[in-house]
């Protein structure tokens, strides 16, 4: 397209403008609205929740800023409450450096306002960028001043703390920083009663305050968020002031990836990226932006003081026990992708310049598992202070993705050699759920194994078998287990029938021919499984329980809870004994039983074990595990009819994060689509549960589990949402349907419990139909 | 923010990386506000078009990601339309559902290419220039009024010596304002046209 601008003349542009900023101005007719009191002169911002009107006070003849609320912005008359008791609040603060605020009330056209003192100034993030990122990033003296500057910011937020007052969105936009250099903060505690839900959607406003919330916030649970969200926001916000950049960047489209983002990946350091930024402010930093708000400094108060304490030379309190606490934080976020770490520390000597010839010179590529597995243990021990891998291992997706080229540029025509890496990386990628990418690595890395002449059957093996485990969490059960078989096959003619890899295959083989429901073949396979560990693994050894936990996983899905529930109750015995309470297995566990109690209809003991289960999985931060949980504790709130409402909101917060982790069409995104369907139906919205419904349909169809239980619960779901609507003749189909996947279901679990020993056992699979 | 340091095709290249954060809200900024649209001018309330916005770039990002975008295949913007058509179309259905209930015949459809492509480039137009004067708005203090002397006259249609007469300044002082402001805005465009451009 040409440069319209340019042929334009200035009088044209001008009524070019007019007419685009009448229409804006037409859309929500606010500007035509009337104040009494006020003489409204100019638009100052506009953003998702309203307009800020520079105005004139007449009684009092002095300039303010009016803040327009848009219609809806509050939606119901509690929202509306709570509006007016939190501007009543903020206008009881008084401190230099927080706004003003004189009164609220409703204009003519019944929306709501407040009016405050008009500050004069730039936005700090614009204040910052023209004063002290004019010459690139900021000096040893510019990050001086601006924490210098930073302290008063943290002293109103301290003050308004300490008066009951929590801002819940500090961003740059709600600090400004006037012509002699005060800093003051806006929108004290009203920003996010306003109706947060209709500010989501607006795309400028709703990214730039995601970036600044803390992961508490993200998790849906409104009760968690107290000052210390705010302590998070003013980390985030320094952070940004002194580099230019964010934290953990979630400033993202998805709401899933961003939460993801703000829950799941640990900022960078400050000084990795200005190396202006000093170890103390670096330290205070990660202090203030810890994902778990009981890590993090508790009042703003005390961030200040450390600021404080960094100019000034004295000892930061953040800096205290680093070595420990490190090495074992890593230990504990990256115990899915210890050994994926270590090989990464491989390809990180690679990336940095150490030549892959030499080093494969150096040692045989078929080492190559063995040399990443001797990396472990420095990995473990990490300094915070000269080892840079914490660093790549925070960035890691990006470095693998170039690692990833890079390997096949340099590797080409050496299969024997990229073999290895391929796996490494593929296996890297898996640990971080990223599915796609896993995939396409494992592949390759399957492909050239095949291609070397008499290659090692174990370790051929082993990339069928890793393969098999991607093609699992894709939900692609079939083709999981041609890999699994594979795999088995080679483990059991190589290594033997009773052994530790071997037993491994079966184990993964059992859970995919479960998920097809090739339920006869599954379940010898789990009773192999137990069998053959039970012979070689010391008793003490974690996957004994696992495995039951796997087997009692079967007896679940064939509707056998109570046996079920006993295996997993030995299973917890045996893992608590083994790993502690604390454990995300023992956690894993308790998720198992809690959610075979809800079968068996033992709500509170299944909330405890689940309420558990989610605070260990909350500390320990693999995403989907805990999704499962908060999903399974909707379940139960469904079941119980307890606060469906904010229930909804989490089903649907998993929604989204599955279907970014998993795709919409995957089963697992599925089953929480038609929890959130039928969470909908009780809230009495059935044209919102259809769309549901037909979504989690769209998702079964799409894979094996056409025929499923899940399946048939879906299509009985939607049945029931067009009943509700009145449209009983569109719900005879989907019924029908749903009657004769149930029974065929029943029929199969009959036959499995009848050629299996059988113990009398009530058939479950029917129960979670709601009629 | 308006980010507009970067070209679409290096923001493009950023998108492969999930946590690459600053490429993703700029596509977010540069696009979806030009979705919503198209999206309302093909008939859908302002909440539908928000949905059929977000809902597009879902799918975008998975395709994207999923390496199905072809650079040499089409228009970045052809292909985020396609998407959207479909979206719309999809609430076309919905709404027609909901009409049949209440026992009025609405007849959907997926509107045709032509329509979408000049929505578009009337939206994208209008995208930019609000995006411009948002910029301009950033920028200036609070206390700076020649912006809103700008907006005064484009908006409000009135003469230089009415909002002089207003704001307590001489006809000059609003001259000298409109022309700044005009010659800022004509810079601020064009840079983010040729932001665009790259892609389009």
């Known amino acids: ?771 | 923010m308006l980010d507009l340091t970067r070209t679409t095709t290096a923001l493009l290249n950023g998108l492969h990386d999930v946590d690459n954060a600053e490429a993703w809200a700029s596509f977010y900024g540069r696009y979806v506000p030009i979705m919503i649209g198209v999206a309302r001018r093909l008939g859908l309330s302002e909440a539908d078009a928000q949905d059929a916005a977000q809902e597009t770039l879902a799918t975008f990002v998975k395709e994207y990601r999923e390496n199905k975008y072809d650079r040499d295949r089409g228009r970045l913007r052809s292909w985020l339309l396609t998407i959207l058509r479909t979206r719309v179309a999809g609430q076309y259905r919905a709404r027609a559902v909901r009409k049949e209930q209440q026992g009025v015949t609405f007849v959907g459809g997926v509107p045709d290419e032509k329509t979408t492509s000049d929505a578009w480039d009337v939206e994208r137009r209008r995208t930019i220039l609000l995006q411009a004067i948002d910029e301009l708005r950033k920028v200036s203090k609070t206390s700076d009024q020649s912006v809103h002397i700008f907006e005064m006259l484009a908006r409000d249609n009135r003469s230089a010596q009415d909002v002089a007469d207003e704001l307590g300044l001489t006809a000059q002082d609003v001259y000298r304002a409109k022309s700044r402001v005009t010659q800022r805005l004509r810079e601020v465009v064009t840079k983010i046209e040729h932001v665009y451009d790259a892609e389009e």
């Open chain 1, 1 to 771: 397209m040409d440069d319209v601008s340019l042929h334009l003349t200035d009088d044209d542009l001008l009524a070019e403008f007019g007419q685009v900023l009448r229409e804006q101005t037409g859309q929500d007719a606010v500007c035509d609205d009337r104040i009494p009191g006020y003489r409204l002169e100019r638009e100052l911002h506009r953003g998702g929740q309203g307009v800020v009107i520079a105005a004139y006070q007449q009684t009092t003849k002095r300039p303010v800023a009016i803040k327009l609320l848009l219609d809806g912005a509050l939606a119901s008359d509690a929202d509306r409450a709570r509006f007016e008791r939190e501007v009543e609040l903020a206008a009881q603060l008084r401190h230099p450096s927080i706004v003003t605020v004189h009164e609220s009330g409703t204009t003519r056209q019944g929306r709501q306002y407040i009016s405050m003192e008009l500050v004069d100034g730039s936005r700090f993030d614009a204040f910052v960028t023209e004063r002290f990122h004019a010459d690139g990033l900021p000096s040893e003296l510019q990050c001086r001043e601006i924490v210098r500057l930073y302290l008063a910011v943290c002293d109103a937020i301290e003050y308004a703390h300490r008066r009951g007052v929590i801002h819940r969105d500090i961003k740059p936009g709600n600090v400004m920083v006037t012509d002699d250099g005060r800093p003051v903060v806006l929108d004290f505690g009203i920003a996010k009663s306003a109706g947060s839900e209709r500010g989501t959607t607006k795309t400028g406003d709703f990214l730039g305050t995601l970036s600044y919330a803390a992961p508490e916030q993200l998790g849906g649970s409104p009760d968690l968020i107290d000052t210390r969200a705010d302590v998070y926001a003013l980390g985030v916000m320094l952070y940004e002031a002194l580099t230019g950049a964010r934290p953990s960047g979630s400033a993202d489209m998805s709401i899933a990836e961003a939460i993801h983002n703000v829950t799941q990946n640990d900022a960078r350091r400050a000084s990795a990226i200005n190396p202006a930024v000093s170890r103390d402010l670096d330290a205070v930093l990660r202090k203030a932006l810890e994902r778990n708000p009981a890590q993090r400094y508790q009042t703003a108060g005390q961030l200040r003081d450390e600021l404080s304490n960094a100019l000034t030379g004295k000892p930061v309190r953040a800096r205290e026990h680093e070595r420990a606490y490190l090495a074992k934080k890593y230990v504990v976020r990256h115990r899915v992708g210890i050994l994926a770490g270590a090989g990464l520390l491989t390809l990180v000597l690679i990336a940095s310049g150490f030549g892959v010839q030499s080093m494969i010179k150096a040692r045989q590529a078929s080492r190559f598992a063995d040399v990443a597995g001797s990396l472990v243990t420095p990995i473990a021990g990490i300094d915070y202070e000269t080892a840079t891998p914490v660093e790549e291992v925070r960035d890691l997706e990006g470095l693998l993705d170039q690692i990833s080229v890079d390997v096949g540029k340099r590797l080409d025509g050496y299969p024997r050699y990229e073999a290895p890496l391929r796996s490494t990386i593929g296996l890297a990628y898996l640990g971080m759920r990223k599915l796609v990418k896993a995939e396409v690595e494992l592949r390759e890395a399957l492909r050239l194994w095949q291609s070397i002449p008499r290659a090692n059957p174990v370790t051929l093996a082993s990339a069928h078998h890793d393969l098999g485990r991607v093609l699992w969490f894709l939900a692609e059960y079939d083709e999981a287990e041609l890999e699994y078989r594979e795999a088995l096959r080679l483990r059991t003619k190589h290594l033997g029938p009773e052994n530790i890899e071997t037993a491994r295959s079966a184990h993964h083989l059992a859970a995919t021919l479960q998920g097809k429901g090739a339920f006869n073949e599954s379940e010898h396979l789990w009773q192999e499984t137990i069998r053959i560990r039970r012979a070689i693994l010391p008793e003490s050894h974690p996957d004994i329980p696992n495995t039951l936990v796997g087997y009692g996983s079967f007896l679940q899905e064939v509707g056998r809870h109570a046996e079920a529930s006993d295996l997993y109750a030995d299973a917890l015995t045996m893992i608590s004994q083994i790993s502690g309470n604390d454990d995300w297995r023992t956690a894993r566990t308790s998720h198992g039983l809690g959610v075979c109690l809800i079968d068996l209809g033992e709500y509170a003991p299944a909330r405890d074990l689940l309420d558990r289960a989610l605070e260990v999985k909350l500390m320990h931060g693999d995403e989907y595990d805990t999704t499962r949980t908060r999903l399974a504790l909707a379940r139960l709130d469904l079941l119980e009819g307890v606060h469906l409402e904010q229930t909804l909101t989490t089903v649907s917060a998993c929604v989204e994060q599955l279907s970014s982790s998993f795709g919409l069409e995957h089963p697992n995104t599925g089953e929480a689509l038609v929890l959130e369907a039928r969470l909908l139906l009780a809230l009495d919205r059935p044209a919102d549960a259809e769309a549901s419904a037909r979504l989690a349909i769209v998702a079964f169809e799409s894979r094996w589990s056409n025929r499923s239980w899940r399946m048939g619960q879906a299509s009985g779901v939607l049945a029931q949402t067009l009943i509700e609507q009145g449209r009983a003749a569109e719900a005879v189909e989907p019924a029908a349907r749903s009657r004769t996947i149930l029974m065929d279901v029943r029929d199969a679990g009959d036959r499995v419990r009848r050629e299996s020993e059988d113990r009398a056992t009530r058939l479950g699979l029917l129960a979670p139909v709601r009629p």
